[in-house]
């Protein structure tokens, strides 16, 4: 798990608190923590790796608790729910930035895929249907190199 501080985090991180306040939500330290943990997560975390990477500095915290926010973040559009084939689990990706995830669908690895027109996307779809779009959930499935150089 790699953290990286950077100021284009400490500015998702307060936008996100910043609407949340806005919303009435009520800002805890948990609540701060599993923000700032989903932001600064270069892969794509469980509720439950969250939960364990979380509970040494916030011992009274509970798995719930996290599922809570995570509901929360993703109902206000900042996370991502991602589905891999080969497993039950959900996992969880920050909206910061448009991007797709590419998923192999032997391993379950989850790399992110960066510089595609997702707002024209997102347009087109309402152009096109009239819909009002709320949420984007794409997702590419594959076989990564790794895999595809393991089936010799």
């Known amino acids: 798990m790699t953290h990286h501080h950077s100021s284009d985090h400490q500015a998702d991180f307060d936008h996100v608190i910043q609407h949340l306040k806005e919303k009435g939500v009520r800002i805890t330290s948990t609540r701060k923590a599993v923000v700032a943990y989903i ?10 790796m969250i939960y364990q990477d979380l509970l040494p500095d916030y011992p009274g915290m ?5 599922y809570n926010n995570l509901k929360l973040l993703l109902e206000e559009g900042f996370v991502t729910e991602i589905k891999r084939t080969n497993d039950n689990t959900t996992y969880y990706d920050f909206m910061g930035h448009d991007h797709l995830n590419i998923i192999c669908e032997v391993c379950g ?3 992110d895929f960066m510089d595609i027109e997702l707002p024209s996307l997102k347009k087109e779809a309402q152009d096109q249907t009239g819909y009002k779009v709320t949420k984007e959930v794409l997702a590419i499935y594959g076989i990564c190199p790794d895999c595809q150089s393991n089936k010799s």
Request: hydrophobic fraction near 35%; aromatic fraction near 0%; proline fraction near 6%.
């Open 62 to 66: 509970s798995l719930a608790t996290v």
């Open 109 to 111: 690895k989850i790399t």
């Open 39 to 48: 932001i600064e997560s270069d892969d794509h975390p469980s509720a439950e």
